[in-house]
Nanobody
Framework: QVQLQESGGGSVQSGGSLRLSCVVS????????LAWFRQAPGKEREGVAH???????NYADSMWGRFTISRDNAKSTLYLQMNSLKPEDTAMYYC?????????????????????WGQGTQVTVSS
């Protein structure tokens, strides 16, 4: 079993930046696909980005150029650097792990692939 704990959320003004962290504990061999998702009130959970065991990344279209996902396997931590934030980025942000990908991440970035989830951290962007 894998446990994930997010931190780093908060309230910022439009154009600001935040860095989210997700500490992963429990059984991990470094081959997991790790991802960030978000969910706004009344909306479905949507994929933000994922990173595989070799550091290859993919992003949802609206995040390209603004968000950067990374992982530090030595620290068992996943990150999401968010720049140029917009009010529409307001959501609960979740990290997730897929232990079945044998080091690779599946496309598209959808919740179906991920077995383990954190509790979420709130990001609020005001205009």
């Amino acid at each position: 079993q894998v446990q994930l704990q997010e931190s780093g959320g908060g309230s910022v003004q439009s154009g600001g930046s935040l860095r989210l962290s997700c500490v992963v504990s429990g059984y991990m061999d470094g081959r997991e696909c790790l991802a960030w998702f978000r969910q706004a009130p009344g909306k479905e959970r949507e994929g933000v980005a994922h990173v595989d065991s070799d550091g290859r990344t993919n992003y949802a279209d609206s995040m390209w150029g603004r968000f950067t996902i990374s992982r530090d396997n030595a620290k068992s931590t996943l990150y999401l650097q968010m720049n140029s934030l917009k009010p529409e980025d307001t959501a609960m942000y979740y990290c997730a792990a897929d232990r079945d990908g044998d080091g690779f991440c599946k496309l598209p970035i959808i919740p179906l692939w991920y077995e383990d989830w954190g509790q979420g951290t709130q990001v609020t962007v005001s205009s």
